[in-house]
């Protein structure tokens, strides 16, 4: 069982940065593709960023040019930062792991993140 820790989030005014960190257990990250999504009340999950092993990126529309996904292999980490943060981008943010050899996915508990002046 893979366990994915975040942390990062919190309060931020528009326009202000955030990085999330996500570290993942074990010793298989270099197998995941990692993903960054998020969630607000009576909405769907949806995709924000995701990285593959070989830090191939892609990225929702919404946040193109401005949040930049990146993976650490050595420390099982990766990352999203964040940056011209508006009220839209208001959501709890899960971490994922595909692990592309099984097919299998973990999610991280979340972290909130709330853009507001």
């Known amino acids: 069982q893979v366990q994915l820790v975040e942390s990062g989030g919190g309060l931020v005014q528009p326009g202000g940065s955030l990085r999330l960190s996500c570290a993942a257990s074990?010793?298989?990250?270099?197998?995941?593709?990692m993903g960054w999504y998020r969630q607000t009340p009576g909405k769907q999950r949806e995709l924000v960023a995701r990285?593959?092993?070989?830090?191939?990126?892609d990225y929702a529309d919404s946040v193109k040019a401005r949040f930049t996904i990146s993976r650490d292999n050595s420390k099982s980490t990766v990352y999203l930062q964040m940056n011209s943060l508006r009220p839209e981008d208001t959501a709890v943010y899960y971490c994922?792991?595909?692990?592309?050899?099984?097919?299998?996915?973990?999610w991280g508990q979340g972290t909130q993140v709330t853009v507001s002046s």
């Open positions: 074990g010793d298989s990250f270099g197998f995941y593709l």
């Open positions: 994922n792991a595909y692990d592309l050899r099984t097919p299998r996915d973990y």
């Open positions: 990285i593959t092993p070989g830090a191939s990126t």
